[in-house]
């Protein structure tokens, strides 16, 4: 009398019944939120939304207007510069300062927690504090002039030119701790046994390093690199906090053109087409590199 | 027993506002926190509690760019105050399409706001679709040039006449390791900056022929280059400025480590508070000294619509706390900017705001470019003359094509 249950596999959607239930909630945030909220934002994009959302359409305007203001050209080609840059070198530097803390030092405590310190700032305390340092009368510049050497100039935050490197540094600083501790972690999980039997073979430790532990580490540097490049998209408050775009209009970026348009330009249309741009632009990167990543492979 | 604790302090931190209901609490949210600012803001406060209500301060820093935004949000997202600071004009007139601004017809007409507010182009900023909206409480100019005695002492010239003499006067100032003039970072210093010099050095025709006429000839003409070249020499003297808010400037010609800024007639509550006397320790030159026009802008109270009756009736006293003579007085003799009523006495008032008063009573006013232009439109000539006074590079020509362009599609 076991057959009151059909023969053949039970019906799939009914598998989990209970952590499927568990999810609903997730999973109604996720298309109602999340895609609900991406796609009335496009439909509005195509609209002459001031203040409050109005369904007039005005086809491809918000775009054409958007692409031909100097601001937006401006806050791109700083978004590109601020993103390789500090893709590149807090992805060295994390992985160098790792390497470091991994050669069994003293102190490393203390070593990892002044390092991580920075991530435990907002972006705006991070913004403040080198708005100050970098300021030529109080900062660095006042500093060695004090010292003697009178014709020192530095001045990043004032000159137009240079003024994303000044915002890099300040994200650098706050950010390559995290990546750090990441790092420090997947060579943590690396085996012992493995740089025994490099250290056999006399294969020098760059070498090691270099073709043996990082190509191991490949989760762990996807993880990373996802957590900064999220960051990088979204660079706002940094911004806001050290130099509210200045010089003129010299470091902005296009979150800050989205949200100033949105609000303070009443022209919530506007707005909405930079966002829609700023959403295609990591459509294009992250979509053939998900497939690239899951797609190829059948996952068991 | 620790939670059934927490349960009882929740509950009293829920009871307490409920407790001292008698007297209505209105949340008045307002961008004025400079120290000028705030001792007027006082004053307002005070006499609204006078009136058997409370003033429940929102105050919000940084300026109207970063506060408007939040308080539109407020309104729009359900979560209302009880009355809140634009500037008249046209930063809240969808607010109001959207029918989500309190009425307040009834009350002007009870107090006869029609008669006493002057000049009556302020009442009609207010109005629209033949219904009031909101309670001017001051005009505020931006057409002033403010100079530091000292600064031009040191520098062994006279203390300017007029806009071009200032320019004259700048390589003095240079010379003598003194800043010539002051601009702060914000966008919207430089924006106001240059409509200024188009009003003072262009003169009321070619200011209404760009901003209200939006007439092309004349804005892509050489009457206009003439002012991107007087912007260009403003450029040169302001360089090397290095603060962004609009009273950090001001500080530097106060303590004359600046020579001079051209800013609206707000700054002079930061010349009071640092106990300076018109005249003797600061100079004003109303319309830079050329052409002798006020542009009428200023700031309103407006009332989102609530529901509760007995906030209602808190929003009516306050509106009419605003209007009353007396605060009319002490908040503008605080605040540096002129009464909204002719009929007030402000023997009080220093020479800077009598020659203020004297420009108003003869009726050289104009509408501001907050009433002729919406946000956008300043937004987006905010981008261009805050790129522009940064640059070195940018050509005066250049900037006017780009100009041309912004008031050709001004909606």
Known sequence: MRSTVPAGRPNRLFRNLNSKIALIPMILTALVVFLGGTVWTVVYSFTRSGLLPRLTFVGLDQYERLWAAPRWIISIQ??????????????????ILAALMDQKIRFENTFRTIFLYPFALSFIVTGLVWQWILNPEFGVQS?????????????????????????????????????????????????????????????????????????MMRPV????????????????????????????????????????????????????????????????????????EFGGKKRG | MRLQYLA???????????????????????????????????????????????????????????????????????????????????????LVQAGLMRDLTDVAKRENWEKIIRPAGLLKSCTIDGKIYCAPVNIHSWQWLWLSNAAFKKAGVDVPKNWNEFVAAGPALQKAGIQPLALGGQ???????????????????????????????????PEVAKIFKAADDARKLSKGTNVQDWNQATNMVITGKAGGQVMGDWAQGEFQLAGQKAGTDYSCLPGLGLNEYLTTGGDAFYFPLLKDPAKAKAQEALASVIVDPKTQVAFNLKKGSLPIRGDVDLGAAN????????????????????????????????????EFFASTSMTPEAAQARFAKIVAAAD
């Not at chain 1, 999980?189 to 056999?200: F, L, M, Q, T, Y």
């Not at chain 2, 409509?195 to 804005?219: E, F, H, R």
Request: glycine share 10%; hydrophobic share 45%; with cysteine.
């Open chain 1, 78 to 95: 700083n978004l590109a510069i601020y993103g390789v840059l500090s893709l590149i070198f807090s992805l060295v530097i994390g992985f």
């Open chain 2, 351 to 386: 020479d800077c705001m009598k020659k203020g008063l004297a420009i108003l009573d003869k009726g050289s006013v104009l509408t501001s470019t907050d009433q002729l232009l919406s946000a956008d439109t300043q937004k987006q000539k905010e981008d261009l003359f805050s």
């Open chain 1, 143 to 215: 500093v060695v002039r004090s010292i003697g050497f009178t014709n020192f100039t530095f001045d990043p935050l004032y000159n137009s030119q240079i003024v994303i490197y000044g915002v890099l540094i300040a994200g650098l600083w706050q950010g390559t701790g995290l990546v750090m501790c990441l790092m420090l972690a997947g060579l943590r999980g690396i085996d012992e046994d493995i740089w025994k039997a490099a250290r056999v073979d006399g294969i020098p430790m760059w070498r090691t390093y270099l073709f043996i532990v990082i190509p």
């Open chain 2, 187 to 221: 966008p919207w210093q430089a924006n106001g900056l240059f409509d200024t010099l188009m009003i003072s050095l262009g003169g009321k025709d070619l200011y209404t022929k760009v901003y209200q006429d939006k007439d092309k000839a004349t804005i892509t003409g």
């Open chain 1, 221 to 292: 540097f996807i993880t990373t690199l996802v957590l900064i490049a999220s960051g990088i998209v979204k660079v706002y408050d940094l911004v806001v906090a050290q130099t509210s775009g200045g010089p003129g209009i010299a470091s902005e970026v296009p979150a800050k053109y989205v949200y100033d348009y949105m609000f303070q330009a009443q022209n919530l249309g506007q707005g909405f087409a930079a966002s829609t741009m700023m959403l295609i632009t990591v459509a294009i990167i992250v979509i053939p590199w998900a497939y690239l």
């Open chain 2, 8 to 94: 009882a302090v929740l509950a009293a931190s829920v009871m307490l506002p409920a407790a001292h209901a008698g007297a209505t609490d209105l949340e008045v949210t307002h961008w004025w926190t400079s120290g000028g600012e705030a001792a007027a803001v006082k004053e307002l406060a005070k006499a609204f509690d006078a009136s058997g209500n409370k003033w429940i301060d929102g105050a919000i820093a940084g300026s109207g760019g970063t506060a408007r935004p939040i308080m539109i949000s407020r309104i729009t997202g359900g979560d209302p105050m009880g009355a809140t600071q634009f500037n008249h004009g046209r930063q809240a007139q969808e």
